[in-house]
């Protein structure tokens, strides 16, 4: 167990839906990463937080955002979802946002856009 | 940005022999190295990790070696059981605008035991 949570582990929507995963992090770990794993593209980095701001953003659609909260936890927003969307996104924390800092990763959670 | 290659895809391996998975990266200002195994309905597991003051390092029945000269970097599972079968990945983070913005993963390569 990597200590990171992610809820809910599966989630079947329709098309044109709109979505909220949430990931809470390790104890401590103050920076949260957002991936999406497809079956054919391996694992792509959508975004980061760090104590509350944004910090990076990679390969995010503008119909997906994502926030960090005070307490720490996160949650990505998935709206006008399509077939496309449908993959397992994964959250990871770490103490830092250095580059030295080792990354933690949930269970995921697995969307299928129906 | 950064860009990682990792071969093979697929790779079989009798039980008791060993594994070896390479990668390259592009950017030569990366300097931290993970692994990652993921099994089946799984997160990636992080299960060793090399920093660039570090040619290798080993746990156990694993080790990892960085050639930053070349830009490339291996993971070698020794005396392989069939546990091992899972999928690996590695990884590559460097200095961004914020430092550690992001791990940039290879394409992960399948690895089955034969027993």
């Known amino acids: 167990d990597s200590g990171v949570t992610q809820t809910p582990k599966h989630l079947i929507t329709a098309t044109g839906q709109r979505v909220t995963l949430r990931c809470s992090p390790r104890?401590?770990?103050?920076?949260v990463y957002w991936y999406q794993q497809s079956l054919d593209q391996g694992l792509q980095f959508l975004i980061q937080?760090?104590?509350?701001?944004?910090?990076a953003k990679g390969n995010i659609l503008e119909r997906f955002s994502a926030q960090q909260f005070p307490d720490l936890h996160s949650e990505l927003n998935l709206s006008s979802l399509e077939l496309g969307d449908s993959a397992l996104y994964f959250c990871?924390?770490?103490?830092?946002?250095?580059?030295?800092?080792?990354?933690?990763f949930g269970q995921g959670t697995r969307l299928t856009v129906v | 940005g950064e860009n990682v290659e990792q071969h093979p895809s697929t790779l079989s391996v009798q039980e008791g022999d060993s594994a070896v998975i390479k990668c390259t990266y592009s950017?030569?200002?990366?300097?931290?190295f993970p692994w990652y195994k993921q099994e089946l309905g799984k997160g990636p597991q992080l299960i060793i990790d090399?920093?660039?003051?570090?040619g290798e390092k080993k746990d156990q029945r694993i080790a990892v070696t960085l050639n930053k000269t070349a830009k490339h970097f291996s993971l070698h599972i020794t005396e392989t059981q069939p546990e091992d079968s899972a999928v690996y990945f590695c990884?590559?983070?460097?200095?961004?605008?914020?430092?550690?913005?992001?791990?940039?993963f290879g394409t992960g390569t399948r690895l089955t035991i034969i027993p």
């Open positions: 950017d030569s200002a990366s300097n931290y």
């Open positions: 990884a590559a983070s460097g200095k961004g605008n914020f430092g550690n913005e992001k791990l940039t």
């Open positions: 090399i920093r660039s003051n570090v």
């Open positions: 937080y760090y104590n509350g701001e944004e910090r």
């Open positions: 104890s401590g770990d103050l920076s």
């Open positions: 990871a924390s770490s103490v830092r946002w250095d580059e030295n800092t080792e990354a933690f």
